[in-house]
């Protein structure tokens, strides 16, 4: 899946950072956000999580989908079985893990593959270079959450794990107001934006999304030709 072509007010020459709406819940907000400009949709198959969404209604969002955008499902700890069959059956593309998953575990699927590293200091990033995943999304360390929490977190260390040469994820608390400091500051290869663009848990605003995409667009992002999901 090609999201180079997800953006149309983007150059081919200078690809801004992509940006991933994660936590979609129905097929209005799933449309909402790729006329904002989305790139990635995330679908959080984690039934603990206050964005969870079923299998089944995931497969009947994606099937409605434009093939530009990627269909990344979230999973926390969950068997490869069901992370295989669930892949196949709903049609993603990207996997996402979220839990204490191991490197050989993140290997064993043919999809494009993304680790959570929940960042609370440096040494949340020692484990980061045995994963060989597609990318690493760093996320916001908080206390008995998973993501979506709305914090942010220290980017320098964003900027530390960037030196490790996977392309980098940044999440946990963004919004449009600090979108463009975030691209200016670390020059991330994607955002991911949850609660930043929500009125509720896994109820998006159309308005939010399309402000926030439109700050991002606007900053002085990365030229990039190509990318994780080229």
């Known amino acids: ?3 180079d072509t997800g953006r149309n007010h983007n150059s081919v020459l200078a690809v ?8 979609i819940t129905s097929l209005v907000d799933a449309t909402a956000a790729i006329e904002a400009g989305a790139d990635a949709l995330g679908f959080m198959l984690y039934e603990q999580s ?3 969404i079923t299998a089944q209604n995931a497969k009947a969002i994606i099937r409605e989908l434009p093939d530009y955008v990627t269909k990344v499902g979230v999973f926390v700890d969950t068997d490869f079985d069901t992370v295989n069959h669930t892949a196949e059956t709903v049609g993603l593309d990207t996997l996402q893990f979220h839990g204490s998953e191991t490197p050989d575990f993140c290997s064993k699927f043919q999809q494009n593959t993304i680790k959570a590293f929940r960042v609370k200091g440096s040494e949340s990033l020692c484990q980061m270079h045995h ?17 979506g929490t709305g914090e942010k977190f220290n980017w320098n260390l964003a900027l530390e794990a960037k ?8 999440a946990g608390g963004l919004t449009s ?3 463009r400091d975030a691209i200016n500051q670390v020059d991330p290869f994607c955002l991911d934006v949850s609660s930043g663009v929500e009125s509720a ?3 998006k605003e ?15 992002g990365s030229s990039i030709s190509k990318g994780l999901w080229s």
Not at 131 to 147: C, E, F, P, Q, R
Not at 163 to 170: E, N, Q, V
């Open 1 to 3: 899946t090609n999201v």
């Open 131 to 147: 994963y060989n995943t597609n990318a690493w999304l760093l996320d916001s360390y908080v206390k008995g959450s998973l993501g």
């Open 163 to 170: 030196r490790l040469g996977k392309p980098i994820i940044l």
């Open 201 to 203: 848990p896994g109820i």
């Open 206 to 220: 159309a308005s939010k999304m399309t402000k926030l995409i439109t700050n991002a667009t606007n900053a002085k």
């Open 16 to 23: 801004s950072v992509r940006i991933k709406i994660c936590g």
């Open 177 to 179: 107001d600090n979108v």
């Open 50 to 52: 206050s964005r969870f």
